[in-house]
């Protein structure tokens, strides 16, 4: 386990999140009951500071001899920088500034994984069967859509994989290499090429552009996939201008997240502030991660992001809370078809077959199911792995978002690219005899993501 949690992969496993009973007389939410680790949230002495209107973040920045890690100015308006707590106060106290709020950490939880394809020929994981995508054709239009991977980069030579020259974005300088594997990992369910061995993704073929914002052991910050964020936004916000730099980024995905609310150091079972309101609270940007994916989403930006693997509700977790992301649970499903008839491969059981994933967080602001315990895809070194988790469940929505064609999302309203994607997407319902699933702990009964592009239905 790392020494920080706050942010992480939804992989089972290692748990971030201690969802936590503070006495009810600080009005604090109710004990979660997820597994709880001891969490600390926070990174010491890193700050968010959020613009009021346009002024300019770098020159408040250098007003208060602050030197800025980032500097937003499209999906966001202000920077991050580590400040001293003279410096908070000072920003606090300029009509500038709307907030300065603490930077969050981020962990890596992912399980350990197995091994993957050794075989010659390419696999058809069973993912991709129990969606129907095997039979989705590698068009032009399906290479020419172009999906951002916000995660611990991709392995940029991988073999399967189809990856922008000039759409990729590294936090930490450089080519966004990915030294975990994760990001690899969920690039190959959305996009892993048809026919080229290795495994094949709900898109394939799709153009890949890959966000790092995540170190190689899965750790960052807040304001790092903010910046991620602005630069996705950004590559957007000029296409739809038609400027020459700009870049028709169609939807991203988002295989992470954190604890919505904090207290100290720990982690509360509530929903984010402001979460009806792109994180404001009367006027006050109290969530800038909600702030800057709403002004993606107004550019245009559909997201799937994971629910998250708490067995919890994802209300208390982000971006999984977010009402203008597509949130994705995750279902287990050992054999590629429906029926519930399949026993759970050896090491790695996450429940019945085709059932709600024992992991996977659950409740309203769950959109969409999709597969995601034991998922072969493609790993950094150019291989092949075996995950679990609801950042495997995310890629397959991504996949199949990618995968409609013509899919246009018209910039401007930030529910309409969350809303244009789920009507326009195929699903099947929980009761359906060959291809539902069971499970589902709440009343809030989301659908399967179903590509059905096969000539033989694998649901039966
Ligand atoms: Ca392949
Ligand atoms: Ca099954
Ligand atoms: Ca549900």
């Known amino acids: ?7 992480t992969f939804w992989a089972p496993g290692a748990l971030v999140v201690l969802l936590v009973l503070l006495a009810s007389s600080t009005g604090h939410g109710e004990v979660g009951t997820g597994p709880s680790h001891r969490a600390e949230p926070v990174v010491p002495g890193r700050f968010i500071v959020l613009m009021n209107g346009a002024f300019d973040p770098a020159q408040v920045a250098a007003d208060h001899a602050a030197i800025p890690l980032h500097v937003y100015r499209v999906a966001s308006r202000g920077f991050a920088a580590r400040l001293s707590d003279s410096q908070v106060n000072a920003l606090r106290s300029d009509p500038r500034v709307n907030n300065v709020v603490a930077d969050r950490k981020m962990t890596i939880a992912a399980k350990p994984g197995t091994g993957g394809g050794g075989t010659s020929g390419e696999t058809i994981p069973t993912g991709i069967r129990r969606i129907d995508a095997e039979g989705v054709n590698a068009t032009d239009d399906i290479g020419n859509t172009i999906v951002a991977i916000i995660d611990t980069g991709i392995d940029l030579d991988h073999p399967d994989l189809n990856i922008s020259d000039d759409c990729r974005y590294n936090v930490y300088g450089g ?8 990001g690899t990992h ?3 369910t959305v996009a892993a090429k048809a026919g080229s061995g290795g495994v094949r993704g709900v898109a394939p073929g799709a153009t890949l552009c890959p966000i790092k914002v995540l170190d190689d052991t899965g750790s960052g910050a807040w304001s790092d996939v903010m910046a991620g964020i602005e630069y996705v936004t950004d590559k957007r916000v000029k296409f739809n201008e038609k400027d020459p730099a ?11 997240g954190g604890c919505a609310a904090i207290v100290f150091i720990w982690c509360l079972a509530e929903p984010p502030a402001g979460n009806d309101d792109c994180g404001k609270v009367d006027g006050t940007v109290q969530d ?10 107004i550019a245009g930006v559909v997201y799937s992001v994971a629910a998250g693997n708490d067995a919890a509700n994802a209300l208390y977790f982000v971006p999984a809370a977010y009402p203008e992301v597509i949130t994705v649970s995750a279902i287990a499903d050992y054999n590629g078809l429906g029926g519930g008839r399949a026993k759970a491969p050896r090491g790695c059981n996450y429940g019945p077959d085709d059932s709600l994933a024992s992991f996977s967080n659950y409740g309203e602001t769950v959109d969409i199911a999709a597969p995601g315990a034991c998922i072969l895809s493609t790993y950094k070194g150019g291989g092949t792995k075996t995950l ?7 890629p397959h929505v991504t996949g199949a978002i990618a995968a409609l064609q013509p899919f246009a999302v018209t910039a401007g309203d930030k529910d309409a690219p969350r809303n244009l ?10 009761s359906d005899v060959s291809c539902g699933f069971s499970g589902d702990p709440d009343n809030f009964h ?4 179903y590509v059905g592009q096969s000539s033989s239905l694998n649901c039966n």
């Open 421 to 430: 994607a789920m009507q326009a997407l195929s699903k099947k319902s929980q």
């Open 246 to 256: 700009g870049i028709d980024i169609k939807v991203a995905n988002m295989s992470l």
């Open 186 to 188: 969920v690039a190959g």
């Open 1 to 7: 386990m790392g020494r920080n949690h706050g942010f």
């Open 288 to 297: 800038p991660l909600h702030q800057a994916i709403c002004n993606s989403t």
């Open 175 to 182: 080519a966004p290499e990915d030294g975990n594997g994760h």
């Open 388 to 394: 679990s988790g609801t950042s495997m469940a995310a």
């Open 446 to 449: 989301e659908p399967l993501v």
